[in-house]
């Protein structure tokens, strides 16, 4: 299935997406992809009713992040072999792990905002993995494959600066307002042929910055849910973005940061793209 939010800010409601034109409101069965949706069963609590049909099509509503606020946002540092290289640092021995905050989620197509005081903005393509249950101490990688809802693209926005230069804590430079874009679908794992090995873009003003493939992932999903659990209790609904290939604009020499008015465009194969632009401090 392919979960979607679509609808006003703070006002969306949950759909299953049919094809590019059409979905099927579930409103009926569950106010939102949250916590207690993916607690109470997920998907499976939607067989029926999109067997029942009724399908609309849509009407220019604003998309959202195919997931209500999570509890938590995780993310996975240098988790791309040539993106470790890009940025001069060494392969890391176990998964990099940082937080970003919750209300950093945003739809795939709403604005990314330069937060006041920032200088160097830069974009990541991402992974998301959502978790589906409530997970903890799982005994190995392949049990991680039931802990997991689905997948969707994820713009993991950083602000260099804030993360490298003010005392080297980086969930400062990951949770600005806005710096989370995910979507626009959730796709569950069924429809994922082979998460490993999944193309992924990204686009600056039309000029190709990012192309990669989870192939390089140092660390896979199942191997991340799998070592995460080790350490704290996943809920369900929970993000994690997985890291990120290899040219972001601090890779670059000389490195190229956002400016107001740029435009990002990304995708990764079978999970769909955004476009955000971006805009000035408040």
Request: charged share 20%.
């Amino acid at each position: 299935m392919y979960l979607m939010r679509i609808g006003a800010t703070g006002a969306e409601k949950p759909v299953v997406r049919v094809d590019e034109s059409h979905y099927i409101d579930v409103s009926d069965v569950t106010p939102d992809f949250d916590e207690r949706f993916f607690a109470a069963g997920g998907t499976a609590l939607l067989a029926d009713r999109v067997a029942r049909g009724d399908v609309r099509a849509f009407a220019g509503e604003r998309v959202g992040a195919p997931i209500a606020r999570p509890h938590q946002i995780l993310c996975i540092g240098l988790n791309y072999s040539d993106h470790a290289a890009e940025t001069g640092q060494a392969v890391p021995a176990e998964p990099i792990l940082f937080t970003k905050s919750p209300n950093t989620l945003i739809g795939p197509y709403d604005e990314v905002r330069i937060p006041r005081g920032a200088s160097k903005t830069d974009w990541e393509v991402e992974l998301g993995v959502v978790i589906g249950r409530r997970t903890s101490y799982l005994d190995s990688p392949e049990e991680a494959a039931d802990a997991i809802a689905g997948y969707c693209v994820v713009n993991d926005v950083s602000e260099r600066a804030f993360q490298l230069e003010r005392g080297g804590q980086w969930s400062k430079g990951k949770s600005a307002e806005t710096f989370n874009p995910a979507g626009p679908w959730l796709v569950t794992p069924e429809e994922v042929p082979d998460v490993r090995n999944l193309g992924m873009w990204l686009e600056v003003n039309g000029v190709r910055r990012q192309t990669g493939t989870t192939k390089t992932m140092i660390f896979d999903p199942y191997v991340i849910v799998h070592h995460l659990s080790q350490f704290m209790v996943l809920e369900p609904g929970d993000l994690i973005n997985t890291g990120t290939p290899p040219g972001v604009g601090m890779g670059h020499n000389p490195p190229i940061w956002l400016q107001p008015g740029d435009v990002m465009e990304l995708g990764i194969d079978g999970l769909g793209s955004q476009r955000q632009q971006v805009v000035g401090p408040r």
